[in-house]
């Protein structure tokens, strides 16, 4: 069922307003890759970490992961997000800091899927994440990176597949030129072991990729 309609010719760049908030939950399972399977992921990979251990999710949107970490036992979730359309209608609202910024540590346990490709100065939001990540913590960041136009097409494939129309890919990736900023995967590699990070890859899916980055004690 293809249910995105484009009314106008004129193109908007993309914002996190509250007309991206009212549908972002359908907009995020038909456009990413792994979804659903990314952040049960995180709930697997972080089952070794006591139930008080300090999380955040960083762009925590309607808060979905911060309510899949609840339901597996942890009560000390916190959240991030800079719309304040996204925060009115996340449940968990009074545990999300309203924020640009990496706020509110120190963590064990940081959450950064789909967020960072937003995020210009990559570089300062990175080492903001592991100044105030505890030791022995960990950073599991998912992000859309750089795709080949081979890549790119499977890519629109699985939005096709999805009821996602060709009119409406068109006009987000319009939307989206100049508000996303893709790096490549060896570019976020370069940067988190170089920040002290040492980091694996334990998903990847049309150019989706997920890092597993621990922060190993000196």
């Not at 004129?10 to 509250?18: P, V």
């Not at 209608?89 to 910024?101: I, L, Q």
């Amino acid at each position: 069922m293809q249910f995105y309609m484009i009314h106008k010719k004129e193109i908007d760049m993309w914002k996190f307003d509250s007309n991206v908030a009212d549908r972002f939950q359908n907009e995020a399972v038909t456009n990413i890759p792994d979804y659903e399977r990314v952040i049960d992921l995180c709930v697997d990979l972080c089952s070794n970490f006591p139930k008080d251990a300090k999380v955040v999710d960083v762009g925590s949107a309607l808060g979905h992961t911060m309510g899949k970490f609840t339901q597996a036992g942890f009560t000390n979730v916190w959240g991030i997000d800079s719309s304040k359309d996204m925060n009115d209608r996340n449940p968990f609202k009074t545990f999300v800091h309203h924020s640009d910024e990496f706020v509110g540590g120190p963590y064990d346990i940081v959450l950064c899927n789909w967020t960072m490709h937003f995020i210009k100065n990559k570089e300062h939001y990175l080492s903001s994440i592991y100044d105030n990540t505890n030791d022995g913590g960990i950073l599991i960041l998912t992000d859309k990176t750089e795709q080949s136009d081979h890549v790119k097409k499977l890519y629109y494939d699985f939005k096709r597949a999805n009821g996602v129309s060709d009119d409406y890919i068109k006009h987000k990736e319009e939307q989206l030129k100049g508000f996303m900023h893709l790096w490549d995967t060896f570019s976020y590699l370069d940067v988190m072991m170089n920040l002290g990070w040492y980091v694996e890859v334990v998903n990847a899916r049309l150019g989706f990729v997920t890092f597993l980055a621990r922060k190993i004690p000196v």
